[in-house]
């Protein structure tokens, strides 16, 4: 099966500096890959994917970016802020054929915003 | 986007009761809902696939004698922790996709404590 490793599991940084968050993954049939932000005790939401045709993806002060050679793929969140800081997951599945798989998940990491 | 509704929200039992957990997808039909558990400061883990009208997929290691699934509609999945042990307390949370693929909505979680 599919196995996603993420680091680093806790990343500070001072507010308005970057935050870069890398995860692999295992199965090079993989073709979509989401990044949840998690709040203490909330439901993980997306905040960005990206599917296996695309190198880079970029939303405002957020960015991911692929590479499927090297199996892996990176968050980049820009000019963080205070309320950017949560438990980041990346997470890995296969989609196609008419159903939907279930997500692999990296470990976490828990981004802290130093004011 | 779209909405996934779990209930209750939290619940707390006593050793050897069973206890249900419903999923509901509020304004689409998913044919495949997911559930994972995710123990405190982890990640989320897939435990089983539920399928509409069939027998739910369990990962390796997830008993499917003791966490029963039912996906009896397509807008209804229920997990059953059955003869629930303080070693099962965990946020058990759910997940379905309106498309059956692509982005993944996640119910509000359900946190387990079993005394």
């Known amino acids: 099966g599919e196995n996603v490793e993420q680091h680093p599991s806790t990343l500070s940084v001072q507010e308005g500096d970057s935050a870069v968050i890398k995860c692999t993954y295992s199965d090079s049939a993989s073709n979509y890959f989401p990044w949840y932000k998690q709040e203490l005790g909330k439901r993980p939401q997306l905040i960005i994917d990206i599917r296996s045709n695309v190198g880079e993806k970029k939303d405002q002060r957020i960015a991911v970016t692929l590479n499927k050679t090297a199996k892996h793929f990176s968050l980049h969140i820009t000019e963080t802020q205070p309320e950017d800081s949560a438990v980041y997951f990346c997470a890995a599945s296969i989609l196609g054929g008419g159903g939907a798989d279930g997500l692999t998940f990296g470990k976490g990491t828990h981004l802290i915003i130093q004011p | ?115």
């Not at chain 2, 304004?27 to 509409?52: G, H, I, V």
């Not at chain 2, 390796?60 to 042990?85: C, P, R, Y």
């Not at chain 2, 509000?108 to 404590?113: F, H, M, N, V, Y």
């Open chain 2, 1 to 115: 986007g779209a909405v996934v509704s779990q209930h209750p929200s939290w619940v707390i039992c006593k050793s050897g009761t069973s206890v249900k957990i419903e999923c509901r997808s509020l304004d689409f039909q998913a044919t495949t809902m997911f559930w994972y558990r995710q123990f405190p400061k982890q990640s989320l883990m897939l435990m089983a696939t539920s399928n509409e009208g069939s027998k739910a997929t369990y990962e390796q290691g997830v008993e499917k004698d003791k966490f029963l699934i039912n996906h009896a509609s397509l807008t209804l999945s229920t997990l059953t922790v059955t003869s629930a042990h303080p070693e099962d307390s965990s946020f058990y949370i759910c997940s379905a996709s309106p498309s059956g693929g692509g982005e993944l909505f996640f119910g509000e979680g359900s946190r387990l404590t079993v005394l």
